[in-house]
């Protein structure tokens, strides 16, 4: 009787338990089974360097707090044990041993066959907090992983953001997220991660480096800006109707004349004043704003003020190009140098943003090669309204 209910509760409980295995199967196939070891980008010098990076062992090692006092108490246990010739410490030192031994083969077992992944969000942005994915695989098929430590790793910052696994069940993924907040604009490189765990004593901390390329642009703070008022006559959507044309807009009513349009004839007035009234329309004329950036400085590199003009700049470029495409407004964006960026209310403000955070210094002596003799014209039947971001005026928004 017992057997047969042990089969009715597996019989239940196997739909469920095989409908979830080949989700994680599926996810662990897609994933390849061997990850490229992180290399240096910058080239040993010497054959001293290239030796050194020749023998570099896969694996790094180091002692935790705790496994410097048991490499103590081991030693002295070996010293006594040697001076005495008293067999019950030689079989605690042989047992202190064993446990480094095992130490080191468990450990390594839970470090084998992993590879991580990363999902970056689309976008970023300075000040505003985002999350970022950290999927481990662990494609052995009977051993779990415990213990594991991942760090993301960034080209020229510190590993400052770790997710923690307890444990990893053989040919299943795990996922963990950590909140990063940047602090600067730009193109964040992301170059690969350290995989390390203390598993199973806490005596060594064993670790290695993955590589896993990723990129994710960090877009310039916008600030809440109040634009000026906006002119006469203009209605929501970003056009203006300025003097008289074939225009969407009514600008007023006139009477007919010889050769007008009787489309365009208004017949509620007409049978009122006995008169054929036209209506007359207005000529649409989209209004562009364009802002000019000068990147350029003046010394080989540019110091800490100059720097921080310029960083202020961006900012608030970004904030009032926001204002505007919320208004309606379409935003040109150049530079000095000759680079042009458009953006308006179909495609958002993400050609702007992302051109203001990959956007640079220049030295004077390289932008004068690069400086356009004249800037483009604008767009026909556009109102350009231009705005020069000055060079060394502080801007305040």
């Known amino acids: 009787m017992g057997n047969r209910r042990a089969r009715r509760r597996r019989s239940r409980a196997g739909p469920a338990l095989r409908s979830n295995r080949p989700v994680a199967r599926a996810r662990v196939a897609r994933h390849p089974r061997h990850q490229k070891p992180l290399v240096s980008r910058t080239p040993p010098k010497g054959r001293l ?117 307890l444990k990893i069940s053989p040919r299943s993924a795990q996922v963990a997220a950590y909140r990063r907040t940047p602090a600067r ?107 000019v950036i000068d990147p350029v400085h003046p010394n080989a590199a540019p110091d800490n003020d100059w720097t921080e003009r310029f960083e202020r700049r961006i900012r608030d470029v970004a904030s009032r190009a926001v204002a505007h495409l919320k208004r309606g407004d379409a935003v040109a964006l150049r530079t000095t140098t000759g680079e042009r960026v458009r953006a308006n209310t179909t495609v958002g403000a993400d050609p702007i943003l992302r051109f203001l955070a990959l956007l640079e210094s220049t030295p004077a002596d390289q932008a004068r090669e690069r400086m356009p003799t004249e800037p483009a014209p604008p767009p026909p039947g556009t109102q350009l309204e231009q705005i020069r971001i000055p060079k060394h005026a502080e801007v305040h928004t």
């Open 49 to 165: 360097g290239k030796l050194l990076v020749y023998l570099r062992p896969p694996r790094r090692l180091k002692l935790t707090r705790e496994g410097k006092y048991f490499i103590g108490i081991t030693f002295g246990v070996g010293f006594a044990a040697i001076n005495t010739g008293n067999n019950l410490l030689y079989l605690l030192l042989g047992m202190l041993l064993s446990l480094i031994v095992v130490s080191g083969v468990m450990s390594e077992l839970s470090l084998r066959h992993l590879t991580v992944a990363r999902r970056l969000p689309p976008r970023a942005q300075v000040g505003r907090p985002h999350l970022v994915e950290i999927e481990v695989y662990n494609h052995k098929k009977r051993v779990p992983s415990y213990a594991i430590e991942i760090e993301d790793l960034r080209a020229g910052q510190p590993a400052d953001k770790r997710c923690f696994f």
């Open 185 to 291: 604009r730009g193109r964040d490189r992301h170059i690969g991660f350290r995989v390390a765990t203390r598993f199973p004593f806490g005596l060594f901390e064993k670790s290695r480096e993955l590589s896993a390329d990723g990129d994710l642009i960090i877009y310039p703070a916008v600030d809440p800006v109040r634009l000026p008022p906006d002119a006469p006559g203009r209605r929501l959507g970003g056009d203006g109707a300025i003097g008289r044309g074939n225009g969407d807009e009514i600008l007023g009513v006139r009477p007919m004349r010889d050769g007008d349009d009787p489309r365009d004839i208004y017949w509620r007035k007409s049978t009122l004043a006995h008169q054929m009234v036209l209506r007359e329309r207005a000529r649409e004329m989209r209004r562009d704003v364009e802002y």
